[in-house]
């Protein structure tokens, strides 16, 4: 037999010269027929061909998108031993592409099955179910050594999540801005879009001396020029607060719309602020709805719902149906979510008030770098409600808020700073005290003095008894002269009785 016609028949069998016509087709684009060439292949149990088809049909390549399609092909593969198709089973059960919700179960059982066979991205993606807490307690520390083993092999994205999570410190992990610049920096400088917006993350939400607004907007843009979505949303919200840049709301949408194009859920949900309170745009609550819907999952979208049915706009009032949205955005640790919480218990809408839980909320608000919650906080120190007034840490958080763009914070600022009639008042726990001992003292001093004057009354009427009668003396000139015992300076007493700090917990 002619040794042509042996290959071409061993090609046929195997799939191998359907895959390569596919792939020549797939490669001009021409997707209808590379689809027709790998099914022949993938139907021979020819292993790439599945991968390809899985592919094809989760993006509507081709054909018409079909997640239970795909979700057969990648099987196919991963039944075969290959790590790829095992992953790609595992993201579509994670993201609920089937199935209509996610099903994290079934997604950590792919993904250990894919990073035990080589796959750096299961690595990576295990991580981020610890980072994120899907179908896990949330915890950076064992997230953190799934990233690194992934960085170790190569995953371009995992130093960018190390980094963030040591931007972030929490779950585990002790906050530590250089650390965090150290995993992210290099990459960034090599021209990494994702290591480029971390290093416009870490830039800005930094604390420390290093903070610097100028340096997030450049890096936000160089990443959102090479179309990464999250820092497409970045630049939105500076061009919308004026950090970095001149506040300019047209700027802000157009940004916040590439993200939208770019699938960033955060930037759809942002959209929905623009038009629920009228940034740059005619508020139109519809159109805020409609945009927090197609948001989905987002934090901030999940809050800007809540809001709507917290205030009845656009929709019917609901306060159980606003807390239902906050809690789950607070859930994923949405700062906003937090501090509208706050705002339920420190107002009473539709729960008892209880300034204790708003502090609370609005500390975890502040803590997630909220800028309307480190405002809500710094006033609950200022004020002492729900715990002990405390100027110093007001004034603090009040700065941070107005650091982050928030003008609420630095009109109260300018406002306490420049006020003719209001004196600082930094009451420590010190000076709490000395309250309480001059309180003791002035409440000894009553006593005193009514003892002396009960002693005053029974010697006069001592005296008036003891008296040799005179019956040339007249009624007049009997009446005594009341006694002088001592004298009260007025400074010695407050001419008004302060009231003790109050520690709210209602």
Same mark, same amino acid.
């Given at each position: 037999m002619d040794l042509g016609v042996i290959v071409s028949y061993v090609n046929t069998r195997s799939g191998k010269g359907w895959f390569r016509k596919g792939e020549t087709f797939y490669d001009a684009q021409s997707y209808n027929q590379a689809l027709v060439y790998f099914t022949k292949a993938a139907e021979v149990n020819h292993t790439h061909s599945q991968l390809y088809l899985g592919a094809m049909y989760s993006q509507g390549l081709g054909t018409t998108k079909d997640f239970n399609k795909a979700l057969l092909w990648y099987t196919k593969a991963a039944e075969a031993g290959s790590a790829s198709g095992q992953c790609m089973v595992g993201v579509l059960y994670c993201d609920g592409s089937v199935g209509g919700k996610p099903d994290f179960?079934?997604?950590?059982?792919?993904?250990?099955?894919?990073?035990?066979?080589?796959?750096?991205?299961?690595?990576?993606?295990?991580?981020?179910?610890?980072?994120?807490?899907?179908?896990v307690e949330k915890n950076y520390k064992i997230a953190m050594d799934w990233f690194k083993q992934a960085a170790d092999k190569g995953h371009l994205a995992a130093p960018a999540a190390v980094g963030q999570m040591y931007m972030i410190g929490r779950y585990g992990v002790d906050q530590n801005y250089d650390e965090a610049e150290s995993w992210i920096v290099k990459d960034a400088e090599n021209g990494d879009p994702n290591s480029m917006y971390s290093m416009g993350l870490l830039c800005g939400l930094r604390t420390d001396s290093k903070q610097d607004w100028?340096?997030?907007?450049?890096?936000?843009? *160089? %990443? @959102? +020029?090479?179309?990464?979505?999250?820092?497409?949303?970045?630049? #939105?919200?500076? $061009?919308? =607060? /004026? &950090? !970095?840049?001149?506040?300019?709301?047209?700027?802000?949408?157009?940004?916040?719309?590439?993200?939208?194009?770019?699938?960033?859920?955060?930037?759809?949900?942002?959209?929905?602020?623009?038009?629920?309170?009228?940034?740059?745009?005619p508020i139109n609550y519809t159109e805020a709805l409609a945009m927090y819907q197609k948001a989905g999952e987002s934090g901030s979208a999940l809050n800007g719902k809540g809001l709507l049915y917290q205030d009845?706009?656009?929709?019917?009032?609901?306060?159980?149906?606003?807390?239902?949205?906050?809690?789950?955005?607070?859930?994923?640790?949405?700062?906003?979510?937090?501090?509208?919480?706050?705002?339920?218990?420190?107002?009473?809408?539709?729960?008892?008030?209880?300034?204790?839980?708003?502090?609370?909320?609005?500390? *975890? %608000? @502040? +803590?997630c770098v909220s800028d309307k919650g480190m405002y809500n906080? #710094?006033?609950? $120190?200022? =004020? /002492? &409600? !729900?715990?002990?007034?405390?100027?110093?840490?007001?004034?603090?958080?009040?700065?941070?808020?107005?650091?982050?763009?928030?003008?609420?914070?630095?009109?109260?600022?300018?406002?306490?700073?420049?006020?003719?009639?209001?004196?600082?008042?930094?009451?420590?726990?010190?000076?709490?005290?000395?309250?309480?001992?001059?309180?003791?003292?002035?409440?000894?001093?009553?006593?005193?003095?009514?003892?002396?004057?009960?002693?005053?009354?029974?010697?006069?009427?001592?005296?008036?008894?003891?008296?040799?009668?005179?019956?040339?003396?007249?009624?007049?000139?009997?009446?005594?002269?009341?006694?002088?015992?001592?004298?009260?300076?007025?400074?010695?007493?407050?001419?008004?009785?302060?009231?003790?700090?109050?520690?709210?917990?209602?």
């Open positions: 179960q079934q997604a950590w059982g792919w993904f250990q099955k894919a990073a035990i066979n080589g796959d750096v991205d299961a690595l990576g993606l295990i991580g981020l179910m610890y980072m994120e807490g899907n179908g100028n340096k997030a907007f450049e890096w936000s843009m *160089k %990443a @959102a +020029e090479l179309n990464q979505s999250g820092a497409q949303y970045i630049i #939105g919200q500076l $061009y919308q =607060d /004026g &950090l !970095g840049c001149e506040k300019n709301y047209t700027k802000a949408m157009e940004w916040y719309k590439k993200g939208e194009d770019n699938g960033s859920l955060d930037a759809m949900a942002y959209i929905g602020v623009m038009h629920h309170y009228g940034y740059g745009v009845g706009l656009g929709v019917a009032q609901s306060h159980n149906t606003a807390m239902w949205y906050f809690e789950k955005a607070a859930k994923m640790d949405c700062g906003d979510a937090f501090n509208s919480i706050g705002d339920v218990y420190k107002y009473g809408y539709g729960r008892s008030i209880d300034l204790y839980t708003a502090f609370e909320n609005y500390t *975890k %608000a @502040a +803590e906080l #710094g006033l609950m $120190y200022m =004020d /002492g &409600l !729900g715990t002990q007034a405390n100027t110093e840490m007001g004034l603090h958080w009040l700065r941070m808020s107005a650091c982050f763009g928030y003008e609420k914070a630095s009109e109260y600022i300018k406002k306490f700073i420049t006020s003719s009639t209001q004196v600082p008042r930094v009451v420590s726990n010190t000076e709490v005290d000395q309250l309480s001992i001059k309180e003791s003292q002035l409440h000894n001093l009553e006593e005193r003095l009514a003892s002396l004057m009960a002693e005053n009354e029974l010697l006069r009427k001592n005296i008036t008894s003891n008296e040799p009668k005179d019956t040339n003396v007249s009624a007049e000139d009997k009446k005594p002269e009341p006694l002088k015992f001592f004298e009260i300076q007025k400074e010695d007493i407050p001419t008004e009785k302060k009231e003790p700090i109050k520690f709210f917990h209602l």
